[in-house]
């Protein structure tokens, strides 16, 4: 009996989702939050607060993957498992890789001016694109607007925006109130204001013609509260890669 992978997210979700598993014959379950589990072991309550993402296998016989369209397959990178200290990670205090490596390219429409290849190094969309696993690796098939830019380093912000995408490094959070009391990190209101690092070379018009942005690196803007994806340096600052139309002002 083949053994079905299905991965759990920490993200809160109804129990509702348990309907989807209905009728299923699982051999083996295996949650990163909670172990594996057997057939028969599982209730709604299993489910509380999860949500269950079931992984794409692709059999051995396939030996290669062909994007169509405007998709584009990359390698997802492999999760840190250790702190920088050398600290092991439990599975639920390991963040979700948002890069990888792509591997091949559908025939679609060019990114701007820039053309994916195979071996580029590319940060996506957080919740973007079907998991599929390939030659014993995880990889991502996602669109090629879901890419937010190409990475050659392992630093953050040193990416290079793609299309409308615009890096911004976030500034810090207020650390008192306006009458000096000291606030508790969860008391903090996440900041919506930052400065431009890097800017995508802009989108084209309906007559084929490139639009640049309305910012620049350099530009102190505000921006949506709850856009874009959120990043963290090297260096421990805070970076959010959006598109440009979820900037709302620049300041001055």
């Given at each position: 009996?083949a053994?079905?992978?299905l991965?759990?997210?920490?993200?809160?979700?109804?129990a509702r989702n348990?309907?989807?598993?209905?009728?299923?014959?699982?051999s083996?379950i295996?949650?990163?939050s909670?172990?594996?589990?057997k057939?028969?072991?599982?209730?709604s309550?299993?489910?509380?607060g999860?949500?269950?993402?079931?992984a794409?296998?692709?059999a051995p016989?396939?030996?290669?993957?062909k994007?169509?369209?405007?998709r584009?397959?990359?390698?997802?990178k492999?999760t840190?498992e250790?702190?920088e200290?050398?600290?092991?990670l439990?599975?639920?205090?390991?963040s979700?890789?948002?890069?990888g490596e792509?591997?091949?390219?559908?025939?679609g429409?060019?990114?701007?001016?820039t053309k994916l290849e195979?071996?580029?190094?590319v940060?996506?969309?957080?919740?973007?694109?079907?998991?599929?696993e390939?030659?014993g690796?995880?990889?991502?098939l996602?669109?090629?607007?879901?890419i937010?830019?190409?990475l050659e380093?392992d630093?953050?912000?040193?990416?290079?925006p793609?299309?409308?995408?615009?890096?911004?490094?976030?500034?810090?959070a207020e650390e008192?109130?306006?009458?000096g009391?000291?606030?508790?990190?969860?008391?903090k209101?996440?900041?919506?204001?930052?400065t431009?690092?890097?800017?995508?070379?802009g989108t084209?018009d309906?007559?084929?013609?490139?639009?640049?942005?309305?910012?620049?690196?350099?530009n102190?803007?505000?921006?949506?509260?709850y856009?874009?994806?959120?990043?963290?340096?090297?260096d421990?600052?805070?970076?959010?890669?959006?598109?440009a139309?979820d900037?709302?002002a620049?300041?001055?």
């Amino acid at each position: 009996m083949a053994t079905s992978q299905l991965t759990a997210s920490p993200v809160t979700a109804s129990a509702r989702n348990l309907a989807s598993l209905q009728g299923l014959k699982l051999s083996t379950i295996k949650f990163s939050s909670i172990g594996t589990l057997k057939p028969g072991a599982l209730t709604s309550r299993s489910f509380k607060g999860l949500v269950v993402k079931a992984a794409t296998v692709v059999a051995p016989k396939y030996t290669s993957v062909k994007p169509l369209g405007d998709r584009v397959l990359v390698k997802i990178k492999e999760t840190e498992e250790k702190t920088e200290g050398g600290i092991l990670l439990p599975t639920t205090a390991q963040s979700k890789p948002q890069g990888g490596e792509v591997v091949a390219v559908g025939e679609g429409k060019t990114i701007g001016n820039t053309k994916l290849e195979s071996s580029v190094k590319v940060i996506y969309s957080k919740y973007a694109g079907m998991e599929v696993e390939f030659n014993g690796a995880k990889h991502l098939l996602l669109k090629e607007d879901d890419i937010v830019g190409l990475l050659e380093t392992d630093d953050i912000k040193d990416l290079k925006p793609l299309n409308d995408r615009v890096l911004i490094k976030v500034s810090e959070a207020e650390e008192k109130t306006t009458g000096g009391l000291l606030l508790a990190e969860a008391s903090k209101e996440k900041p919506s204001i930052g400065t431009v690092i890097a800017v995508g070379p802009g989108t084209l018009d309906e007559e084929g013609n490139l639009k640049p942005l309305s910012v620049s690196p350099g530009n102190t803007v505000l921006y949506s509260k709850y856009a874009g994806n959120d990043f963290k340096g090297n260096d421990g600052s805070n970076y959010i890669a959006l598109r440009a139309s979820d900037v709302m002002a620049v300041l001055s």
